[in-house]
């Protein structure tokens, strides 16, 4: 069984700040890391994802993210906001070894960046 | 390269009736998705389809949520009969469908139904 944990459901913050989105995880099984950005009334879309390597992977518009296996996280960050990265992001993990393809999401966090 | 497509964007009925939704996956992908997003939470899956065959149902509720992906392109999710609690987002997700075990596949989300159940 797997569980994502998003601890913010909301993040307040001036544009041009910086942000951490946080994310843990529990799985009995390894697993593959991902985040998805939700805009509203839109689909999720990839914004980076950690199969093997370097914990720490770039992803698009600008943001990163690390992979701590010891502290079971993959917290998300961006060293300058826009305007536009307001919306919902979604950590999500998939099995590594079982086949099960399917994304466990946690229930998000709202980044609101203000002016 | 057109993105997942999902019909209708939203949908409203009275409570027992029947509702259907429709996915287009991407050309080529041949893993699809259905996930029911609940308001201020993230996505369950439902049912995945690897081509025609459904490889992962155990979260549909059979009694009333039917789906089918003939020919294994485009595939229809429907309940019936609609219950006030099936009021959610309904997502449609594609991806390529890797070999060998493991969720390293890329899920690509269409943009969802929105269904309203009075």
């Known amino acids: 069984a797997q569980s994502v944990t998003q601890l913010d459901s909301q993040v307040p913050v001036f544009e041009e700040a910086p942000v951490e989105l946080r994310c843990n995880y529990s799985s009995s099984v390894s697993v593959y890391l991902f985040w998805y950005v939700q805009y509203p009334n839109q689909g999720l879309q990839l914004l980076l994802k950690y199969l093997s390597g370097s914990t720490l992977v770039k992803g698009i518009n600008g943001f990163e993210a690390e992979f701590n296996k010891s502290q079971t996280s993959f917290h998300l960050r961006k060293p300058s906001v826009h305007i536009s990265d307001t919306a919902e992001y979604f950590c999500a993990v998939s099995d590594r070894d079982t086949g099960r393809r399917a994304l466990t999401f946690g229930s998000g966090t709202r980044l609101q960046v203000q002016p | 390269e057109a993105g997942v497509v999902q019909s209708p964007r939203y949908k409203i009925i009275e409570k027992k009736q029947p509702v259907a939704f429709w996915c287009n996956p991407i050309?080529?992908?041949?893993?699809l998705y259905w996930y029911l997003q609940n308001l201020g939470q993230g996505p369950e899956l439902l049912i995945r389809y690897e081509n025609e065959e459904a490889v992962d149902d155990s979260q549909l509720p059979k009694d009333r949520f039917s789906a089918e992906r003939l020919k294994g392109v485009d595939s229809t999710l429907k309940i019936q009969p609609a219950e006030l609690g099936d009021s959610a987002v309904y997502l449609c997700?594609?991806?390529?469908?890797?070999?060998?075990?493991?969720?390293?596949?890329?899920?690509?989300f269409g943009p969802g139904t929105r269904l309203t159940v009075l």
């Open positions: 050309s080529g992908h041949n893993t």
């Open positions: 997700a594609s991806s390529r469908g890797v070999t060998g075990p493991g969720g390293a596949d890329t899920q690509y």
